[in-house]
């Protein structure tokens, strides 16, 4: 009975996984519901050197100070059911 029951078990699995299998139009196989990231760039901040300026008893001192860039985020492309 057990071994009936683990061979059921197994054939539905077999068939479950066979019929969400899907290929995309250049016959490569792809899962249905997930995409598949193609390509990733960091987008910065683009603010450049700012200026720090002080209060000082003789007067007002400025500098010109290089932040740097910030990073925002990412740019992602990605494909998804055969399309980009």
């Known amino acids: 009975m057990k071994t009936l029951v683990i061979a059921l078990a197994s054939a539905f699995t077999v068939i479950g996984t066979a019929a969400n299998a899907a290929y995309d139009r250049y016959g490569n196989y792809y899962e249905p519901y997930t995409a598949r990231v193609t390509e990733v760039n960091p987008v910065y901040s683009g603010t450049g050197p700012r200026q ?8 007002e001192r400025c ?14 492309r990605y494909s998804y059911n055969g399309r980009e």
Do not use: H, I, K
Request: glycine share 14%; net charge negative.
């Open 52 to 59: 720090e300026c002080r209060n000082t008893r003789s007067g």
């Open 63 to 76: 500098r010109t100070v290089d932040s740097g860039e910030q990073l925002l985020g990412y740019d992602v």
